[in-house]
């Protein structure tokens, strides 16, 4: 039987995605590698997984860069685009996948722990695409996808969440939101497209640590009963990476939970 020829849309393109030793950022750029593009493996201390992420995507035919960068600073964020940009020469995709998840009553929320979740889970998108499109802008057209939550939609999606208290989490993610929203609009100009992505639970590295009770007690709150893996995530992304006619968008993947 004869195949089809595989049409790589994103073939040669320069793709960053900050986080991306595991999880749903590994995932992503698995799923990108596959459709041709090259890639910048970004962490702040997994080194090691970061490196295997290397080699795996490399068995696609891709280049592969692998840069070390606390993104939440804007120094390390700065080093990371400009690393890629010596390298490859442009940017094409940058993922702002990079973030934290911390719970704590309001009440017990000390000043550092809030600074800490905003700042790793928005301020480090503001880092990386503040220095992302001026390379953008000047090449009139990119891509930047930011990873916010559900939470970030609802506050809280499932019951006994007020039993932790993710006002911080949920705060930072819909700060993502807003941010894009209003860049999209603000880089329209420059034929840049910016748009969120939302997933609800995913069975990260994580989660697979947690008791399968818990689990199995989530996902009873999920219209399709199970928790999204990071694929499922990751081809969505690359899916709004090859979308020309998509911007200022939040596209929610949570198995109708929201």
Same mark, same amino acid.
């Given at each position: $039987?004869?195949? +089809? ?13 900050? +986080?991306?030793? =595991? +999880? ?13 593009? @090259? ?10 997984? /970061? $490196? ?11 280049? /592969? ?30 993922? @702002?996948?990079?973030?934290? &998840? ?7 929320? !000390? !000043? ?12 480090? $998108?503001? @880092? ?21 939550? %559900?939470?970030? %939609?609802?506050?809280?999606? &499932? !019951? ?13 993610? #819909?700060?993502? %939101?807003? &941010?894009? *929203? #209003?860049?999209? =609009? ?13 997933? +609800? ?14 689990? @199995? ?9 199970? &928790?999204?893996? !990071? ?9 709004? #990476? *090859?979308?020309?006619? $998509? ?12």
């Amino acid at each position: $039987m004869k195949t +089809g020829v595989v049409c790589m849309i994103l073939k040669g393109k320069i793709s960053i995605v900050t +986080g991306s030793s =595991k +999880g749903i950022g590994k995932a992503t750029v698995i799923e990108l590698a596959k459709e041709g593009s @090259n890639v910048v493996i970004n962490y702040n201390k997994s080194e090691e997984e /970061a $490196m295997a992420v290397k080699r795996q995507v490399e068995e696609f035919g891709v280049e /592969a860069l692998v840069i070390k960068a606390d993104v939440s600073k804007f120094k390390d964020a700065k080093h990371l685009i400009d690393t890629t940009v010596d390298t490859f020469g442009h940017i094409d995709i940058l993922v @702002n996948n990079a973030g934290v &998840f911390k719970s704590n009553f309001i009440q017990n929320l !000390p !000043p550092e722990e809030w600074r800490f979740m905003i700042d790793v889970n928005l301020t480090s $998108m503001y @880092n990386c695409t503040h220095e992302a499109v001026k390379h953008m802008i000047k090449q009139r057209q990119g891509r930047i996808i930011n990873v916010t939550s %559900i939470y970030g %939609i609802s506050g809280y999606a &499932f !019951p006994w969440y007020t039993e932790i208290g993710i006002s911080a989490y949920a705060a930072a993610k #819909a700060g993502i %939101i807003g &941010f894009t *929203k #209003a860049l999209a =609009k603000e880089l329209s100009q420059y034929h840049i497209n910016v748009v969120a992505v939302a997933p +609800g639970a995913t069975l990260t590295d994580s989660w697979k640590q947690s008791p399968q009770e818990l689990i @199995n007690r989530i996902s009873e709150h999920i219209p399709l009963k199970r &928790f999204a893996e !990071p694929k499922e995530i990751a081809e969505a992304i690359v899916f709004v #990476a *090859k979308a020309d006619y $998509m911007t200022g968008n939040v596209i929610v993947i949570d198995g109708g939970v929201i």
